[in-house]
């Protein structure tokens, strides 16, 4: 005992000694100190802000849908190539030999972004939310679902009411990514508000405390990401809609990473010194929208007619640079996409005979709502008021904020308005029913078109379990929507975006997702 007491005296002497010496300028050096490390940060400007609160189930806008994938996660993930299913949180599933009941394992040791645990509670009373929640607007793609079970924290049991042959593809979407159980009964509440609505609690590679219109997104990084921390500290997302400015801020410095390139701007970027820039192959199109409720686009021959007098070619040549390809069916080049169908080819004397048969055999006017700052779309809807004009159709264009243009088609008070769709999962079940089917929001993609007999073909698409037999519904699909033209077809995309060379692994996958799990900043 007295050795212990000897040895702790002779050190707190010495320790004073070389307090006193350091204090009279001493010969003591001070001690070293390891400066913090710089957090890495990835700043992003993207094109247009979320509309939607970051609710998977309740998201109905690209830019929210790109916040959701980076802070939730799924059972099951799309593949990166966009066409098929891969582990996620569940590393097991299997069928029961009728098909009705899927059981589903988690992986060990899942939590969410607070560090609380992750169990099949959580998946049930998520499912069950997106499935059947008032405010869902992803009902119709889990209707098949009759039950969610978690007969223990690390198995979830989906029973069917019928065998489906989507469900898996489904429970890969974005819309069907897990919450606590309590956050996500809470989402459905009428006053669950943006503040609530803007903060995440997932088990993605992120997380975000909030955000308010107008401001950047701050994306966190998720220290319980199962798959490992993340490369990035943050992820900051601010939004310019204009292309240009865009471009030059990627140029200027300003920021790391830029989406919705022009397409005559990427062979240059790609040709200065630390830049990047490419076009990825994903399952997206592009397309005018016409509202069908709106007379005389309620005639399908006036559809056709603006159909036949639009040169895609042209558009593809002088708006997309080539990098595009002819429309030939209503959903994209992916699972049973009939590459057979004709589509619309120019054919101007076909569209003057459709026009002059029509209920507008005299001509009309039309608005065409332009988001701005969309290169693209400004310059599509310019060469459709010239095409159109020779078939009779006076174009009246009229730019508008992205976010007018989204309550006009939403509320019906337009005519038309060039868009485009990118396919959220390896199936076309959601395409079909959200851009096709009618009677309730979205109203066949805000067109109004409705055609109960072309909804009873999508629900039995839906439910069909032989591959040659659901071909040859989805071929019928597909021409049944083609021949109504409720869209004026254009053109299959890729999605383009530029980089500084600093930038490591960055993509952008099939179905269009930026995952930024994957990239790192280098020097």
């Known amino acids: 005992m007295f050795g212990k007491y000897r040895k702790s005296f002779w050190f707190v002497t010495l320790c004073l000694v070389a307090l006193v010496l350091a204090a009279c300028g001493g010969g003591a050096a001070p001690a070293a100190t390891t400066a913090p490390a710089t957090p890495k940060v990835l700043k992003m400007a993207r094109n247009a802000e979320p509309f939607s609160p970051f609710v998977p189930w309740q998201i109905d806008d690209n830019p929210a849908l790109f916040i959701s994938v980076n802070v939730y996660d799924t059972l099951l993930r799309t593949t990166k190539d966009g066409t098929g299913v891969e582990a996620a949180l569940a590393t097991k599933w299997e069928t029961s030999a009728d098909g009705l009941t899927w059981t589903f394992t988690l992986r060990d040791g899942l939590k969410f972004s607070d560090g609380t645990p992750l169990k099949a509670s959580d998946v049930k009373a998520s499912l069950d939310m997106c499935r059947g929640g008032e405010k869902s607007s992803w009902k119709d793609s889990y209707k098949a679902i009759k039950e969610v079970q978690a007969p223990d924290d690390k198995t979830v049991k989906i029973i069917l009411s019928e065998p489906h042959a989507p469900l898996l593809s489904e429970l890969a979407m974005f819309s069907a990514a897990i919450l606590p159980a309590d956050m996500a009964k809470a989402t459905d509440a009428k006053d669950y508000n943006n503040d609530l609505a803007w903060k995440t609690k997932g088990s993605g590679p992120y997380y975000a405390d909030g955000w308010k219109k107008g401001d950047p997104i701050i994306l966190k990084r998720n220290p319980n990401y199962w798959k490992g921390t993340p490369a990035l500290d943050e992820v900051r ?287």
């Open 237 to 523: 997302i601010e939004y310019i809609p204009d292309d240009n400015t865009r471009v030059l801020k990627l140029q200027g410095g300003e920021v790391d990473v830029v989406d919705f390139v022009p397409f005559s701007q990427i062979a240059a970027l790609s040709a200065q010194a630390g830049l990047k820039a490419q076009t990825f192959t994903i399952q997206q199109t592009a397309f005018i929208i016409l509202n069908t409720e709106k007379a005389p686009l309620n005639d399908p021959k006036v559809r056709q007619a603006l159909n036949f007098a639009t040169d895609k070619d042209a558009i593809i040549k002088t708006v997309y640079f080539g990098q595009a390809k002819f429309m030939n069916s209503p959903i994209p080049q992916g699972t049973y996409w009939d590459k057979n169908l004709a589509g619309y080819g120019y054919d101007l004397a076909k569209a003057k005979t459709l026009m002059g048969e029509s209920s507008a055999a005299s001509g009309f006017k039309m608005d065409m709502q332009v988001r701005s700052g969309n290169t693209n779309f400004a310059n599509t809807a310019v060469i459709l008021k010239d095409a159109w004009a020779k078939i009779g159709v006076t174009v009246d264009i009229q730019t508008l904020e992205t976010s007018v243009v989204r309550a006009n088609y939403r509320a019906g008070n337009f005519m038309s308005t060039p868009s485009a769709w990118t396919n959220d999962m390896n199936d076309p079940t959601e395409i079909v029913n959200y851009a096709m089917r009618g009677g309730a929001s979205p109203f066949a993609y805000w067109t109004r078109y409705n055609n109960p007999d072309l909804n009873t073909k999508i629900t039995k698409a839906d439910l069909e379990q032989d591959t040659q037999k659901r071909a040859a519904l989805y071929a019928d699909i597909q021409k049944t929507y083609s021949d109504a033209a409720p869209l004026i077809f254009i053109a299959y995309l890729g999605a383009s975006a530029g980089w500084r060379d600093t930038v490591q692994g960055f993509a952008i996958d099939g179905l269009s997702y930026y995952r930024f799990e994957d990239v790192k900043l280098g020097k």
